[in-house]
């Protein structure tokens, strides 16, 4: 764990000096959320944990909208800013690929999102892109989520599951999200109810909570990981896609163990994945 970063409060926003590792494109971009938007100036304005920010980098310097009261409720843990990623960087450079892998990917961080948000954004990301995601995400926030003002513009929050869990498939038929949309409305029941209990599940093993995760209809072994990975913050979790599939298999063959890269084979697989994605090879 590190924490070698400075904090200067600038009255509105907040500079951090000295963190490593901190690439908006490469944290917003590499499909772990779906909230966040980028400007004409680099900039990237977004919604997390009901809290609405601009992000901006000037050189080495991290600038975040809000106070220094956001920033140690939301911000720091959100970015996950006392972990080491170049230490995780180096421990994870097992071969020639994951040297070539990690050092594509520098200024990855893996966000703590939400967990409800991140359980319904990743049913809506089944065999979908992420452009389509976004707008689906959007279009759910603006319907049923609260308004938060924001640089004179109104952003929403994400729906809580609670809210989610009154409506029918027909109050979601205009997000065109297709059959997705009884996945979205059973998920939000079963957290609204107890039935699952996400932070529960966050303090469990990934095995209890993938198979508690997969207990939901439409929920199946990619999903889960996502979730174990990005909301839970079980970030040995390994999560496969057609893309990962690929890497693994040109560069690692059949029956690759990612307990290889234990305890951080989440971070690993988004070094691999935004590699591979980005169409480099070797």
């Known amino acids: 764990m590190s924490s070698d970063f400075v904090i200067l409060d600038h009255c509105g926003e907040i500079e951090i000096q000295g963190v490593l590792d901190f690439d908006l494109e490469r944290i917003f971009e590499c499909g772990q959320c779906f909230r966040w938007s980028v400007c004409a100036d680099g900039s990237y304005v977004g919604v997390a944990h009901g809290v609405?920010?601009?992000?901006?980098k000037v050189e080495d310097r991290v600038f975040i909208s809000g106070t220094l009261d956001d920033f140690d409720r939301v911000w720091r843990d959100y970015f996950d800013?006392?972990?080491?990623?170049?230490?995780?960087?180096a421990q994870l450079c097992i071969d020639d690929f994951m040297r070539k892998a990690t050092e594509f990917g520098v200024g990855i961080r893996i966000l703590r999102q939400d967990q409800w948000e991140t359980l319904c954004s990743f049913i809506i990301s089944q065999c979908n892109n992420i452009p389509r995601i976004k707008k689906i995400v959007s279009a759910l926030c603006h319907a049923f989520g609260d308004v938060v003002e924001f640089e004179g513009v109104q952003f929403h929050t994400f729906p809580t599951a609670e809210r989610i869990s009154v409506l029918n498939e027909e109050d979601l038929a205009p997000l065109r999200c297709g059959y997705r949309a009884a996945y979205i409305i059973g998920a939000a029941?079963?957290?609204?109810c107890g039935d699952i209990d996400l932070d529960v599940l966050s303090h469990s093993s990934p095995e209890v909570a993938r198979r508690g995760l997969k207990s939901l209809r439409g929920i199946g072994d990619k999903v889960a990981d996502c979730v174990l990975l990005f909301g839970l913050n079980m970030l040995d979790a390994f999560p496969l896609d057609v893309w990962m599939k690929r890497a693994v298999s040109e560069h690692y063959g059949k029956g690759f163990d990612p307990s290889v890269f234990s305890p951080y084979a989440g971070i690993a697989q988004q070094y691999i994945f935004h590699y591979v994605r980005n169409g480099r090879v070797g």
């Open 81 to 89: 800013l006392d972990r080491d990623y170049s230490a995780i960087r």
């Open 52 to 56: 609405a920010a601009r992000l901006r």
């Open 189 to 192: 029941r079963a957290v609204a």
